[in-house]
């Protein structure tokens, strides 16, 4: 039963891990309006995502406009499209992958077979984490790196952004959680009297009096 608990909180946090990945995925706050010495006053604030970017009014009203081209796109930002849509496609595979080897399921029949499954799906789920840090950083490091640039006028200069922070705490669940998919895995491999206690018992089948048997199968 422990090994069942395991594997049922690695899903219940990779699932919000992933739930967390595609709102990072869709916000427009990959990185903020900076506010720097003069321009502590300003009238707008700029956020800019993978998708659209967005100018947002002292008066709170909000303009977001996507980006019609893909090839107009600097590197970071189109590397960045592919790698966490990529990520969230993977974590939708390893969720089908993890519930068909899940102990509490009975996609696959009890044994080595179902645990090395649900072990796949575990790992399916940290992989996608690691891919997911990947664009998350690469991002952060320009925009850091950008922000510290002399170079670079004031009024250029941004933040990161709360999508940034979102998408790194999904990462964290999601490694998290395949890691206690993983574990509940091979700890069912190792000792199956760990396992989800499944029993199956045989319909009762009438007698000749009409009455059912009163054998139990199980």
């Known amino acids: 039963m422990g090994s069942a608990a395991l594997e049922i909180l690695g899903l219940v946090l990779c699932l919000v891990g992933w739930v967390g990945l595609i709102l990072a995925c869709g916000l427009p706050m990959w990185q903020v309006t900076a506010f720097l010495d ?11 995502g993978l ?7 002292s008066t709170g009203h ?19 499209r592919a790698l966490t849509v990529g990520a969230v496609l993977l974590a939708l595979v390893a969720l089908f992958v993890s519930l068909a080897g899940a102990q509490c399921t009975t996609c696959v029949a ?23 840090l990947v664009p998350l950083c690469w991002f952060a490091n320009i925009v850091v790196r ?13 933040e990161l952004g709360a999508a940034l922070y979102i998408g790194w705490a999904a990462s964290a669940l999601l490694m998290c959680g395949g890691g206690l998919v993983c574990c509940g895995a091979w700890v069912c491999a190792g000792r199956p009297d760990l396992s989800f206690p499944v029993k199956y018992s045989a319909p009762r ?5 009409g009455d059912y048997d009163k054998k139990n199968y199980v």
């Open 146 to 158: 950008e922000f510290y640039d002399p170079a670079v006028p004031v009024s250029q200069k941004y």
């Open 38 to 48: 003069h321009n502590i006053v300003t009238a707008q604030t700029t956020w800019k």
């Open 205 to 209: 089948r009438p007698t000749a009096s």
């Open 62 to 80: 909000m303009q977001c406009k996507v980006y019609e081209s893909v090839l107009a796109l600097s590197t970071e930002v189109q590397a960045a």
């Open 110 to 132: 009890p044994g080595p077979a179902k645990a090395r499954v649900a072990l796949t799906g575990g790992v399916l789920y940290a992989l996608c984490g690691l891919l997911a």
């Open 51 to 57: 998708w659209m970017s967005c100018v947002v009014q």
